[in-house]
């Protein structure tokens, strides 16, 4: 076997092997992770993209390493736009927080699977049949123009073909039962909204396959590369998600940057077509010169542009609104958090000071709970809102500390229990 070879079976063995303990963690302990856990988790995943394309260039292949950074980052950023749906699903399914990241995690993979067989299928296909590149370019066209100016996109605000089917000729329950699928009540069998969760992400991941294959043909047709931009864009989206949260809601112009790179590389699939051009009906079947050749690091600084300039935008109009209106809240992760003069986020208690995130929460030996902040700052938890204090701490604390915060909290109530009995 040749190091590529090697490379390739190497680096597969272990992305299965972080996707499978991934998937453990989220099967055996279901939570709503913290800021940090999520941070840490995207850092990570991103760190393992560069050492990928780090090995490619060690190996003297700067070539495959262009193409897969480029790929990689198209990709990511068409992963996003697959974010805002699925965030809009587990909105419209009331899906409960300790539960999103195993539907995540689910849908995810359902992601990997669908797209691993249209690569498949799709590398067998432009190999003997150059001219669907201009059908994917015209394509993808479409999709940039229909992106940027086709109005409010519905994409996973109501149910589908089979979400409606699955519905009328089967008995669904209204709650979610934790985990399962299907439950019995009174002897009757039940479906619950979990099934329609994952039917809803799989219907979704498919309509975006169709997108985000033939976009990575334009950039390699390697499906070694064309695999690995996919698995290493969405290892990282699970995590993301609870990262943006609701912030994604308000980049308003991150469409229209989606769009611009889907239209870009519309017209350099197309332009290859031309380049390779065997149709006979086309220039008499001959290739067409005059055609402009469009590099690898021209596709990089195109996707790089167009969700820098996107991003900024969107900030930037977000700051002028907020000036306007006078309200700078923004969501961060799963819960409300108010953005403070000095740029960090806080949360304000019943008197109006404000404590700077993160948070922690303490059982004192009194039997009542104390909030502190992140500059030392104390207060009693009483003083804030219930359920905003509850969120808070979830994604602020760590999962060992907030275990250690409810079994002092229980062996403080058995205590009161065990006092007025006494009495």
């Not at 990709?75 to 974010?83: A, G, K, R, T, V």
Request: glycine share 8%.
């Amino acid at each position: 076997m040749t190091p590529y070879q090697i490379f390739e079976i190497a680096s597969m063995a272990i992305l299965v092997a972080i996707l499978v303990f991934d998937l453990l963690i989220v099967i055996k302990r279901p939570h709503v992770p913290s800021m940090k856990e999520a941070t840490g988790w995207v850092v990570v995943y991103v760190s393992l993209a560069l050492v990928f394309a780090g090995v490619l260039w060690l190996m003297g292949d700067g070539v495959k390493a262009g193409e897969f950074v480029t790929g990689w980052l198209l990709e990511y950023s068409l992963s996003i736009d697959n974010l805002f749906v699925f965030i809009i699903i587990l909105s419209r399914f009331a899906v409960p927080k300790e539960m999103q990241q195993r539907v995540l995690m689910i849908g995810i993979l359902i992601a990997i699977v669908l797209r691993g067989i249209f690569i498949v299928v799709g590398v067998q296909l432009v190999e003997s049949l150059s001219w669907l590149f201009y059908i994917f370019g015209a394509y993808l066209v479409y999709v940039a123009w229909k992106q940027a100016f086709g109005g409010e996109d519905e994409a996973g605000e109501k149910d589908n073909l089979l979400i409606r089917t699955m519905k009328r000729r089967f008995n669904f329950t209204e709650t979610w039962h934790g985990g399962k699928a299907r439950v019995e009540i009174d002897g009757t069998r039940f479906f619950t909204p979990f099934l329609l969760v994952i039917l809803a992400l799989g219907m979704t991941d498919l309509l975006f396959a169709i997108d985000s294959i033939p976009a990575i043909f334009s950039i390699t047709t390697d499906p070694f590369l064309v695999f690995a931009c996919n698995i290493f864009a969405l290892m990282g989206l699970r995590q993301l998600y609870f990262l943006l949260g609701g912030l994604l809601d308000r980049l308003v112009y991150l469409h229209y940057g989606i769009a611009a790179i889907l239209g870009f590389i519309g017209v350099k699939l197309v332009f290859h077509a031309m380049e390779s051009n065997d149709l006979p009906f086309i220039n008499g079947g001959q290739p067409i010169e005059w055609v402009p050749h469009i590099e690898t690091w021209h596709s990089l600084l195109v996707i790089l542009a167009s969700m820098v300039v996107a991003t900024v935008a969107s900030l930037i109009k977000l700051r002028a609104d907020a000036r306007k209106t006078g309200d700078a809240s923004l969501h961060l992760g799963p819960s409300e958090a108010e953005v403070g003069a000095d740029g960090h986020y806080h949360i304000v208690d019943a008197t109006g000071n404000s404590f700077r995130r993160p948070l922690r929460v303490e059982h004192s030996g009194t039997g009542s709970l104390t909030v502190i902040d992140a500059q030392g700052k104390e207060a009693p938890a009483a003083d804030f809102s219930e359920d905003v204090l509850r969120e808070a701490a979830r994604e602020d604390m760590e999962p060992e500390d907030l275990d250690e915060l409810r079994r002092r909290m229980r062996e403080g109530r058995e205590f009161d229990e065990r006092d007025e009995r006494n009495v």
